[in-house]
């Protein structure tokens, strides 16, 4: 019996290095800081309320734009944070994660040999929906220096053709750890502005912001914010990252488009953890003691690598730090990071499978939501470098 031969629409992908990695930490019993995940429990309350609306009998769908109930919290938050007041009716949907939403968001939008601007390195499922889309993607690479990693607002201008349709924006930005900053956001305002260039703004580490930092949110420009989609997740900020729980805020007409494709890709959200997440929506704390609890995370593993080789990038927001390891090692990032899980038994991963085209910096990712007890442990590990 012969197979059908088939032609990929995504020949350039493979296993992820987040699988790879965390498979090799699992084979060599590494201390896995390589994916971006907690090792740690969320709050019983939350799960309790799970329990609490499972019993209540909410286990059949869910309307398609959300539970009304979390519909209107989420859209309260935004607005007691940022300062925007979407329609919780017409501008806020409730997602199958933050990559359904930045997938939805780009398939709506998005027409054959339109241009993406994606700056680089990248989280890695912006580009795949740009190329699912018939869309083109459009790399523009952060600068890095002994300061770290920053946006070159000026190349990102350059690259804006006619053909343009979308900006692609991270903050706090996966890997790299950096946050932009309200002069980033006007920069990118005088990109746009009087064009017919859409913004999408992930903002899925939007409560892990440290120093007493406010979040630039898109939300908070009103000109970015009438052509943005803005896309969080509940998994990131509650510590239940296998919930896949996220939501996009978008004006009306954007929102008309995007559930037009959210419709189809999902439907629906599992009902019991909407509901629960609305009920524990209605106490703020949660959220707002998030940028104390994982800075305290973040200082103590920075501490413990001050005496190592490895040179400590700026971490301003996520629960990410990137290291250069020069003074380690001559390795390529991919093979240092292989020989990081295999040898030291502590996992990293490289930054520079965030890019297009590899680039390479001698810099490796560490993830920090962990057990301060997991910290401990490979640091002891990272010490012996």
Sequence with gaps: MSIPSLASRLPQVGTTVFTQMSQLALEHG??????????????????????EAMRAGHNQYA???????LREAIAAKIEATYGRRYDPAAEITVTVGASQAIQSAILAVVHPGDEVIVIEPAYDCYAPAVVLS?????????????????????????????????????????????????????????????SQILVLSDEVYEHMVYEGEPHASVSRHPMLAERAFVV?????????TGWKIGHVAAPAALTEQFRKVHQYNVFSVATPMQHAIAAYLQDPAPWRDLPAFYQAKRDLFRAGLAASRFT???????????????????????DFARWLTSEVKVAAIPVSVFYSQPT??????????????????????????
């Excluded at 400590?312 to 629960?319: A, I, Q």
Aim: charged share 25%; proline share 7%; aromatic share 8%.
């Design 312 to 334: 400590l990038l700026p971490s301003d927001g996520t629960y990410f730090q990137c290291v250069r390891y020069d003074a380690v090692s001559d390795l390529s990032e991919v």
């Design 63 to 69: 309307p398609m734009t959300g539970v009304p109930a």
């Design 30 to 51: 590494a201390v896995n800081l390589g994916q971006g995940f907690p090792d740690f429990a969320c709050d019983p309350r939350l799960v309790e309320l799970v329990g």
């Design 232 to 240: 969080s997740s509940f998994g990131k900020a509650f510590h239940v």
């Design 360 to 385: 390479e910096s001698k810099v490796v990712r560490f993830c920090f939501a962990k057990k301060d007890e997991t910290l401990r442990l490979a640091l002891e590990r990272l010490a012996r470098l």
């Design 134 to 194: 018939g869309g083109v993607v459009v790399p523009v690479a952060m600068r890095i220096d002994d300061a770290g990693y920053g946006v070159p607002w000026d190349d990102v201008r350059a690259a804006v053709t006619p053909r343009t349709r979308m900006i692609v924006v991270n903050t706090p930005h996966n890997p790299t750890g950096t946050i932009l900053r309200r002069r980033d956001l006007d920069a990118l305002a005088s990109i746009v502005e009087g």
